[in-house]
Every structure is written in structure tokens, then in C-alpha cells.
């Protein structure tokens, strides 16, 4: 009933449906429920109902039974007034608070066990709507040197009005703090969050963080958008890494506009993959490089959230678009064969034709240049700053459109260069 064509609104009907019948939303037994496996605290919660139930129903059945004996028309009754009635809107229990409908709320993540200097609290910004809907998660700075995701989730999550929000906004700004306030891309222990998750209780203090954050707030989520950025001197054009063998995540990325698409598998450990694994529809939103905050690429994804938001009926915050969505379902890496400096001679987002000059490199002793050419057709999603390289290094990443019937045929990837795409580590 809205945004790009009739695709899209054919898909978001039953999914929102979906949502709306098996998330969270469905008041308060649902979290307990849902936190239920990974976090630590609800255990003695869910527990006491379910073995409370079988013990109580064989005394109450046989006790009403012979006093209602000779009414047989009772039975109808009952049955029809509880079934049409929804559960009603209630507060959303998370992190040991309540967040009533129709406000927001900045609470507080603390693992419990500590870990850098001190147990600082990471931020989470919650806004609760007025009434049902989804519930939609948004994390960024996994990677603490990632900056633009940072000020992408503020701006959202701080544009939206809960009076008139429909469903639920979880946003952390800023999931890996140690790494953030170091101006590190990891945890205290050099390790990568994002190769972690869901993690483990008992593992490492990487899989212990990442167990804490999966079990507390991304077991609340129906849908995620994780913002990233190029890592180490790379830069992204900004789009989103998703999945598209997995028809809800597919469905997921109709509704960003004209975000660029790029179809990848996620690599084990990351907070997409994780997600998806658990049955929620997730996306990597990639946005420029690291270590700097680009306004337009910033205000880009904005609006690609923004437009997410209304095409999940969560907002009725309208954003139009004058241009159609690419979506490439396999991407290439061009490295150079030469070490020395590189200077890129197209700019992200190009289309490049074979032959067509990427860059060029320099030795600058030799003062022997070569230059680096596209090996195929197709559109620069990601490149390399200009900064001295050696032999080997991938320096641009080119889009290929292929068909969609493509990437259905397409057997399970082995982790290649797509299974590293949340990073643009390439592989060796
Ligand atoms: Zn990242």
C-alpha cells in the first residue's frame, strides 16, 4: 500500500502480519520467552508458569466438572470472547526496565562481569510505540572505530516520535564502547566482536560479550540492521549486505529505498549471521570508511532507515526516492600484482566496463607505474584510500548484476570473498 511498486507492498502484507502474531508485541509473556534460552536472568521466570500449569489443571477440570453437570450450554460461551482478543500493548520489558507505550527511554547494557577497566555502560535507546508493531533493532559501532553508524542510529532513533510509532525502536549507538573510546576496530582481548556471535557463556570474553549482548537485546528484535563501515583505509559505498536466499531478509531489503543491495552470505560469527540463524531477518548496512563521519553518506543511510520505518508501517514518515534500487547478487575483488602507491581513479559507485583503468600504482623508488583495470562489467562498491599497497592487495570490489533465479540455483557459498563481505577482509 505504499513505497516501491507492487513487489514490495505483496511481501510486507503477511510480514508484517507475522510479526505482529509471533514477535515480543505479544505483551509479556513473550520476552520472558524469547530471552528465555540465552539470557541469564529470566530462567527462574519462565520456568515456574509452565510447571505451575499441568499441576493446576487436572485439580480446577474435575472440581467445576460435577457442579456444571446438568448445564451443557455453557461450553460456547467462553470459547469465542477469548480468541478475537489481542493481548494488549503493554510496556516492553528489557534490560531489568519497563518502557511504557508512547515513550523512549535511554537504558544502560552492562554485561554483569566486567570487562575492560570498568563495566561501562553501553547505551541503548529504546522507543516504545503507541501502539502495535514490529520491533526493529538497529546496532552500530560493533566495530568501535566505525563512527558514521554511530551518528546513523542517534539520528534515526532520536527523529522518532513514540506517540505515533507503531511498534518497537532498539537502537545501540555504540555496541563494542572499549573499542570506541580506544579508537579500536575490537574488544580489550584484539579479538573481533563480529566474529563471535552468538557466542558462548563460557568462551572467551569475546564470545561472553557477545553472548550477553545476543541474549538481552537481539533476542528482542524481529528485524536488525547492523551499520558497519569499510574497515582499515577501505571504503564502502553505502549498501547493504544481505542474504538473498532468505526470503524474509529479501523481502527486508524492498523497503531502503535506493540503497544499493549486494547479495552475501555472512560470515560465521557475525552479528548478521547469527541473527538470521536465529530467525530474524537481519542486514549489514555498509556506509563509507572508518574513522571519519561522512555527512552524505550518513544522511544516505538516514533515509534509508527512515524509509524502512514507513515501509514496515512502523512511521508514517514518508521519503522519496528518484531512483530505482540496484541489486547485485555477486561482487569481484581486483587486486594489484605491484607493490607501491595507489591512487584510485573512480570514484564509488561507478560503472566500469572491462579494461576500463581502477587506478594506478607507483613504485616510488623505480618510479615504474602500472595500472589496474577492471577485469569485468560492472559498479565500484568498494575501494582502497590511496595509501602505499604491497603485491596481492584488493584494492577495488565491483558489483556484478546477475539474475535472481541466479542466486536461488545458487548452492550454500563456501566462506569465499562473499563470506567476508561484512568487514571487506578480503580472504587470502
Ligand atoms: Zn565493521
Redesign the pocket.
Given at each position: 500500500m505504499l513505497l516501491q511498486g507492487p513487489a514490495a507492498a505483496r511481501g510486507l502484507v503477511p510480514l508484517v502480519l507475522l510479526l505482529a502474531l509471533s514477535g515480543p508485541a505479544a505483551a509479556q509473556p513473550a520476552p520472558a520467552a524469547t530471552t528465555a534460552p540465552s539470557g541469564p536472568t529470566p530462567t527462574p521466570v519462565a520456568a515456574p508458569p509452565d510447571t505451575a500449569a499441568p499441576a493446576a489443571a487436572p485439580l480446577t477440570a474435575p472440581a467445576v466438572a460435577p457442579t456444571a453437570t446438568p448445564a451443557a450450554s455453557p461450553a460456547p460461551a467462553p470459547t469465542p470472547s477469548p480468541s478475537p482478543t489481542p493481548e494488549p500493548w503493554a510496556a516492553l520489558q528489557i534490560l531489568d526496565s519497563a518502557v511504557p507505550p508512547g515513550e523512549m527511554r535511554r537504558l544502560a547494557w552492562r554485561t554483569g562481569f566486567g570487562y575492560g577497566l570498568v563495566d561501562e555502560p553501553v547505551p541503548v535507546l529504546v522507543a516504545r510505540g503507541s501502539s502495535r508493531g514490529p520491533t526493529l533493532c538497529l546496532t552500530a559501532a560493533?566495530?568501535g572505530d566505525?563512527l558514521n553508524?554511530i551518528e546513523i542510529v542517534r539520528r534515526v532513533v532520536s527523529g522518532i516520535d513514540p506517540t505515533a510509532l507503531k511498534g518497537t525502536v532498539i537502537g545501540v549507538p555504540i555496541v563494542n564502547v572499549h573499542g570506541f573510546q580506544r579508537r579500536s576496530?575490537y574488544l580489550p582481548d584484539r579479538r573481533d566482536l563480529?566474529r563471535y556471535f552468538p557466542g558462548d557463556p563460557e568462551g572467551s570474553l569475546a564470545s561472553r560479550v557477545a553472548h550477553d549482548f545476543f541474549g538481552r537485546i537481539i533476542a528482542q528484535c524481529e528485524q536488525l540492521v547492523d551499520v558497519?563501515?569499510?574497515?582499515f583505509y577501505r571504503s564502502n559505498l553505502p549498501q547493504l549486505r544481505a542474504d538473498l536466499r532468505e526470503p524474509a531478509v529479501v523481502e527486508m531489503t524492498k523497503h531502503f529505498g535506493a540503497i544499493t543491495v549486494l547479495h552475501s552470505s555472512a560470515a560465521d560469527g557475525t552479528l548478521r549471521g547469527a541473527a538470521v540463524a536465529a530467525g530474524i531477518p537481519a542486514v549489514?548496512m555498509?556506509v563509507g570508511e572508518?574513522n571519519r563521519l561522512q555527512a552524505d553518506d550518513v544522511a544516505l543511510a538516514v533515509k534509508g532507515l527512515e524509509t524502512l520505518l514507513a515501509g514496515m508501517e512502523m512511521s508514517g514518515k514518508r521519503r522519496l526516492w528518484d531512483r530505482a534500487q540496484p541489486v547485485f547478487y555477486e561482487s569481484r575483488w581486483v587486486r594489484v600484482d605491484r607493490g607501491g602507491i595507489l591512487f584510485s581513479a573512480v570514484e564509488l559507485g561507478q560503472s566500469v566496463r572491462p579494461g576500463d583503468v581502477l587506478g594506478t600504482v607507483t613504485d616510488p623508488l623505480s618510479n615504474v607505474y602500472t595500472e589496474i583495470t577492471a577485469p569485468i562489467a560492472g559498479r565500484v562498491l568498494g575501494r582502497a584510500l590511496n595509501q602505499f599497497v604491497m603485491p596481492g592487495f584488493a584494492a577495488f570490489r565491483i558489483g556484478i548484476e546477475t539474475t535472481e533465479t541466479e542466486v536461488a540455483e545458487e548452492p550454500p557459498q563456501p566462506s569465499d570473498e562473499a563470506a567476508a563481505a561484512?568487514?571487506?577482509q578480503p580472504p587470502n
Open positions: 560493533v566495530h566505525e553508524g576496530r563480529n558497519h563501515t569499510g574497515s549489514t555498509e572508518p561484512d568487514d571487506d
